[in-house]
Structure formats: C-alpha cells, structure tokens
C-alpha cells in the first residue's frame, strides 16, 4: 500500500485534519524556507499534554546529533534521526516515511494537544511555532 501524505508548508493556514490508519505508512513531507544557518545551538521544542494531564516534553538540537524520546502512557523509545550540522539558509525539504502500528498498542482514546517551536538556545529567540491537536483511537 503506497504511504499516505501529510505535507507542512503547504496549507496557507495550517490544514485542518489529516487522517490515517493502524497498518498504514505515513509519507510526511516538510518544506520550508530557513531564515538563516541554524546550528545544534537551535533546538526543537515540545511542550504537550496527553489527555490533558501527561506532560510530554521534547527538547533536541534541529541538527547533529539524534533526537531521543519516550513516548508517554506505552513508554516506546523512540530515536529520530536528525540531520547534519548546519541546515543551510534557503529552502528545505524533507520527506520521511513511518509505519504505523498494525493495531492499537493501548485501545483507548488518546489525545495530544500543545505547541512545538524551534528556538535559538543561545538567544532564546523563537524562529518557528505551531501547534499539534492529535486524537488517536482504536
């Protein structure tokens, strides 16, 4: 089965819904423009609650070294693969694709709801925002 798309920077916006299920593979597809040359000193930052009570947190260098994560409620560990320092000024794309799970690891209703930003460590300047609202069911 040919992955499903979810592509940022297309949606003038922010699109409004995405839709995917257990056994498929999501192709996510980022395009964007770099303001300037961003260094390990830029982190991607998550600040997100799970059902409206967990905290899930994410800070990692945008470049150079791996992301490591542990997934709330199923404690998966998950590690994303970054890319090289530095990300050149100009335009950016990416695409990756990730399966999804055949089934449902916790049957149940989950939600996720916060904001991601990429901010400068060294200045605190935020370069980028936005916001996830995420419902999983079986």
Known sequence: TPPRELKAGICQY???AADAKWGDSLKV???ATVPK???ASVHMKAAIKVNNVLPFDVDCA???TDCDLTIPIIKKKVTIK???CPIKAGPYGTTTVAAIPS???VPL???AAGTVTLEDTTTNAVIAAGSIDLT???
Do not use: E
């Open 29 to 31: 597809t980022i395009n």
């Open 109 to 111: 209703k989950v939600t």
């Open 103 to 105: 089934k449902d690891p």
């Open 14 to 16: 922010g699109c409004a």
């Open 82 to 84: 970054m890319p090289p």
């Open 136 to 138: 999983v069911a079986p």
């Open 62 to 64: 945008i470049c150079g």
């Open 37 to 39: 040359d961003l260094t």
